[in-house]
Structure formats: C-alpha cells, structure tokens
C-alpha cells in the first residue's frame, strides 16, 4: 500500500508540468470548437490527464535497475485466464459458514491485488461514458486497449529500455482491467445524475463563447504574431535562398505586417488567420462593414497595448541589472514613473475588458472583436 500512495505523489508532483505542457493546445482547441474556455470542462479535462498520469505511474513505477532485470529468473507472463480466483482461493481456504475467512480473504494480497486492477480502470470507464459519451461497446473495447497498452509496457521492459519485462504480462489483467471499465461505465450513470451532460457542458461553453474574453484575445494577438513570424520568416528566407535578393531591409518587414494585420481582414471577411481559428472578426457598431483605414487604426492601438506591455517589461528588466542607471536617481524615477503610468493604462484596459467596456482603441477606430460563435438555442 505505501508503495502505491509513494507512486501517486510522485504522479502528483508530475502532473503541473505535463499541464502546463498540454494547457496551449487546449485553450487553442477549446477556443476553435467552442470560443471559450469553461471552467467544469477544465476540471473535467485536467483530472482526467491526472488520472492517466497516475494510472500510468502505477504501472510503471518503481523502476528497478538495469542490473536487477537482467538478473532476473522470474516468469515473463502468465496466460491462463481466471487464475487470479484459483489464487485468492489457495492463499485463504474459504468457508462459506465462517465468517472470519471472508475477512481474511478480502485482506489477502491475492484479492486485494484483483480488486486494485478493477479499481485501476474504473474512472476511465467513467470517463469514456460521462464525458466522450461512449456507449457500452465502446466502453469495453478501449478500457481493453488501454489495458493492452499498460500489459505491453511491462512486458516490453518499457519500450526495450530494459532487456525484459520487470513486471508479469498477466492475462487477468486484462480482464480485470476491462471488467473495471465496465463497472465504470455504469458509475458513469449515477454521475449524469448529479453533473451537467455533456450536451449541458457544450451549450454553456458555447454560450460563453459569444464573448470575447481578455484571454481570448490575448490568445488572438500571441497567434497572430506567432503566424506572422512564420509567414514572414519563409517569405524572407525564399527571397534570399531561391530569388537570391539579399537586400531585404525593414521597410519590407513593415510592407509584411501592412499586408497580414491590414490588407488580409479588409479582403478577407474581416479576419486575420487567428482571428479565424479563433471564431473572432473585426466588426463595426452598425451594420456597415469595417474600412480599412478603421482596421488599421485598431491594430495599430491595439499592438500597441500589448507591444507596449511587453516593451515595458523588457525596460524594467534592463533597468533592474543594469546597476549603473541606479547611479542616477533623476533617471530611475522617470523609468519607474513611465512604466507605472503604463501598467496603470494596462490594468485599467483589462479591467475595462472583463467589465464589458469599450475600449479605448475601439473608440478610436470605431470597431471591435466581436464573436462568430452563434449561442445555442434555449428551447
């Protein structure tokens, strides 16, 4: 048992960093399909990697040494099915009329190890029908393979790190594992008793959606500039490698920026490649769709915000190692004052965002970001 619980800490400590990993893909995905991040959805989304993290561990971990698996004499697999039963039996002789057999029974190692392999793949039979709406086959079959994945990992040796399997392919497994599965799916009916469905989770996602959030346009702005350098990094790296025309200067990274923030959404619908991706368009008050001098003005405020945020960070960390404009007191405070002017103007901008707010560059060039995500029906 203190092995189990030490793997899940470790599972624990592990799983931020793969989050962190998966959090990008998963605002881009969530903000494409629904154009918002709901935050049921999250917690669903983040415990079910968790759970995989920790069932993985647990499969795995501890590892021994190379040296020790080498070493070892011990059967690589066992392929009688039900042999588990023959185990619990033989480990504690029950008695139908003795009530203290039972108990010794469900405290053996044998049953105790049965029922761990039930218990490892429940939750993903809960999963598979409360979240991905998998029927009972469904259910089944990928709480099978899943099963088969974990036994081929042992008896791989991990993928051939080690020259054997230091755990046993057992066929038990897989069964006990599928039967967990299976169990799991009708725990997964009780809880669409008591959570949202997952048609409830889409609908209120999309209706969030119809919003445009600071973070989904900070996304917006971060792929766009991502795009953007990419376009215009194979642009300029096809002009000098095939055409040969090396003198490409700054007025050519300024005509690129011109053609992709400016004349890109005046031709095409109003949107940039993010702003597509996103479900985002640049959108008047009225019904007259936006010029594009109204759609140059708002990209130029708006980079600016967030050009001018990080500029502003970047000037303060120059400032904080530079240690000779600390010799100037006239300076520093000029720089400390500019940068919390600014931070001001940003905090303000995001609260006013949050609030529902018009901006102030969005009075300036009287448009928006608005929302392509139509909400769902009510009825």
Known sequence: MNSYIETIKTAIIFFPVIAFLFTLPYILIQYHKYGSVYFLRTIIVY????????????????????????????????????????????????QINNLQTYIKTIKSFAFFQAFFNILLCLPFGVYLHYYFKYNLKQTILYTFLLSLFFELTQLSGLYFIYPRGYRLFDVDDLILNTLGGLIGYYVGNIILKILPNREKIDAKSLQLGTKVSFL????????????????????????????????????????????????????????????????????TNSEKQAKWYQIATFQFFFYFEYIGSLAMAATMITFINNTNLFNSIELSLIIISIAFIYLMIYIISITKKILGKTLLYEKISGITLKSTIIAPSQD
């Open 216 to 283: 989904r346009r900070s996304t917006a702005f971060f792929l766009d500039l991502f795009l953007f350098h990419c376009i215009y990094g194979i642009t300029k790296l096809l002009l000098t490698k095939i055409l040969y025309i090396n003198n490409i200067n700054i007025w050519f990274y300024f005509f690129c920026l011109t053609m992709y923030y400016i004349v890109l959404p005046t031709l095409k619908n109003k949107q940039t490649y993010a702003h597509k991706f996103l479900n985002l368009k640049l959108s």
């Open 47 to 94: 415990s079910f990697i968790l759970y995989l993290i920790v069932a993985y561990f647990l499969v795995i971990l501890p590892l021994p040494s190379i040296e020790d698996v080498r070493n070892l004499t011990t059967p690589r697999w066992q392929l009688i099915p039900f042999s588990f039963i023959k185990d619990i039996i033989t480990a504690i002789p029950l």
